[in-house]
């Protein structure tokens, strides 16, 4: 949130992936999820520690700032894990919720 209310930072929140489309997110958010090129987010994962932080706008055009962590998952797939996690942004993406 800090970032973007200084027009030295703002232009960073661009270079963050965006959901479907680029970097570590490119293979993330399919063509049904509500997060598709709406999540713009930086990953983060380590054995069992799996994390999204970032931007969505959600469905009224509001940007809502989130962090979503899990921890102690090393007994499920990641790929689990990493689906739920896009689920909670996707949600975001989704909702009314910024108003």
Known sequence: RAASA????????????????????????????????????????????????GYVTDRDGTPLVFAVMTDDTDDVNPFVTQAAIDDVAAALAGCSCGG
Request: glycine residues 16%; aromatic residues 4%; hydrophobic residues 40%.
């Open 6 to 53: 200084r027009a030295a930072t703002a232009p960073l929140l661009a270079d963050l992936p965006v959901g479907g489309f680029t970097g570590t997110l490119a293979n993330r958010f399919g063509t049904d999820s509500a997060g598709r090129g709406l999540v713009r987010a930086k990953t983060g994962t380590l054995t069992g520690v799996h994390s999204l932080a």
